[in-house]
Each structure stands twice: as structure tokens, then as C-alpha cells.
């Protein structure tokens, strides 16, 4: 492993690396990591454009299974920016709390484009046009998980207000599926402000593991195919307590 880039910041370590090996992958891959090992996003140096994890797979199939002629997406989370990079024809406004993160995915990850916002991402959506997006794309997470204040019920509803008719709001999380009561509780709040909802899991091995999870929320049915969901199975998830400011 060859460290790039490595700085402390408010008790966090962030760090990009090379690395042979990923995921038991042989190869030559770049790394941008969070604490405890917490990997936010990867890229192989010998095809750059290649998504490498399953869930930004997932949600890239289920965008454009729902809505293939979608224009205009808003994500909170930057990471390296693979699903913006991967539509590069498509209108996207990033937001991103931590600017570091921004200055790693340009000097390391090749991020040129120029639709980055600085700032809390509820509350740059929250000064967003009435039904200006086709998607929301929610990836934000800090050490504790995704923070509170972008899965309670009134985050879900600005939203609602701020997809068109035919909108989707697109979640990625981590959690213990069918084990997880904080999971049951945001789907519970997201069917609250929708009236579709699905949960996807990506399945392990060890229930106990916490594992990338995708929840959806529109006003509409859903339609998608199974085999291009990069492993991700639809779930049931039971009844859970309303999350609100």
C-alpha cells in the first residue's frame, strides 16, 4: 500500500492509497478511506471508468430502468463522484459538507466537473426550485452513519417537494437488514412522504455485519430487473418507529 494523501481532521483520518489488492481483487487500485477502515470509494487505475462497488451499480440500473430520458439529479455525498462521472450528458448538483473530500476527488480521482456545492445537504436542497429533479441521491455518512437530519420525516418531505411527479428518491445505507431497528424506522418514515417504497440488501455472510443497504421512495410503481441489481435482493422490512426532526 502506497499512502497519497493523509490528514486528521476534527478526530477523523482521511487517506488515499494505492493498492494491489482490493476486495481480493488483484489489480492497481486507488482508495479514498474514512476512519476504521471505511472505504468511501475506489478506483481501478488500469480502467477508470469501471464502478467498482455494487451499490452505485445498483442505483445506476434503477435510474435508468426508472426514468431513462432523466435530466437533473441532486446528490448529497460526493465521495469520489463515480454515478455523476458515470452520466457525464446529465444536468447534476453535488453537495458536500467536507471540501477535502472534494480537492482528493480532483486531484486523485480524476473529478472534473464543475457542479459541486460546498455546505449541508439538506439545506442547499432545501433552497432548490419546487419539483426541479428527476432524482435525489442520498450517499452522506459521517463515523455514526448517516446522519439523522437526512433521514427524518421532514428531510423525506422537502424531497418530495423538490422531485417532479415522476421523481425517486434514492438512498444508500448501512445497516443489518432484517436485524436493523434504525433501518425499519426509516423505512417506516419514508412511507410516510411516499406512497412506493422498496429496500434492497446486499447479502453477507455474518447477519451481525452491517452491509450496504438501498431504500427507494416515489410517488409511483417500480419497475427494475433483478439480474442487473449487482447482487442487491429485495426485502421486506417490518414496522418501525417515525423518525422527525
Known amino acids: 500500500m502506497q499512502i497519497l494523501f493523509q490528514e486528521v481532521q476534527e478526530n477523523q ?4 492509497y494505492d493498492t494491489n489488492e482490493l476486495y481480493g481483487e488483484i489489480g492497481s487500485f486507488r482508495v479514498l478511506e474514512f476512519e476504521n477502515e471505511a472505504i468511501q470509494g475506489a478506483m481501478d ?38 454515478i455523476p462521472r458515470h452520466f457525464p450528458d446529465k444536468r447534476f448538483k453535488v453537495a458536500e459538507l467536507n471540501e477535502t473530500v472534494v480537492q482528493l476527488s480532483r486531484t486523485y480521482f480524476d473529478y472534473s466537473l464543475d457542479n459541486v456545492v460546498i455546505g449541508d445537504g439538506r439545506q442547499i436542497l432545501s433552497g432548490e426550485e419546487q419539483q426541479a429533479y428527476d432524482f435525489i441521491i442520498l450517499d452522506a455518512f459521517t463515523e455514526q452513519g448517516t446522519p439523522l437530519h437526512l433521514i427524518s420525516k421532514e428531510f423525506f418531505q422537502i424531497t418530495r417537494d423538490k422531485l417532479d411527479a415522476e421523481g425517486s428518491l434514492i438512498m444508500n445505507l448501512m445497516g443489518k437488514g432484517a436485524n436493523d431497528k434504525l433501518i425499519h424506522a426509516v423505512h417506516s418514515t419514508l412511507r410516510q412522504v411516499y ?51
Do not use: W
Open 13 to 16: 483520518t482521511i487517506t488515499v
Open 45 to 82: 487505475l488500469n480502467d477508470p471508468t469501471r464502478i467498482m462497488f455494487e451499490y452505485p451499480r445498483a442505483i445506476i440500473h434503477l435510474m435508468q430502468c426508472i426514468d431513462p430520458a432523466f435530466e437533473d439529479v441532486f446528490v448529497i455525498g460526493q465521495g469520489i463522484g463515480s
Open 195 to 245: 406512497a412506493y417504497t422498496l429496500a434492497f440488501l446486499l447479502p453477507f455472510d455474518n447477519s451481525s455485519d452491517l452491509k450496504n443497504m438501498i431504500l427507494l421512495g416515489r410517488n409511483l410503481p417500480t419497475k427494475y430487473q433483478s439480474r442487473h441489481m449487482s447482487g442487491f435482493k429485495e426485502i421486506e422490512l417490518s414496522e418501525g418507529h417515525i423518525i422527525t426532526d
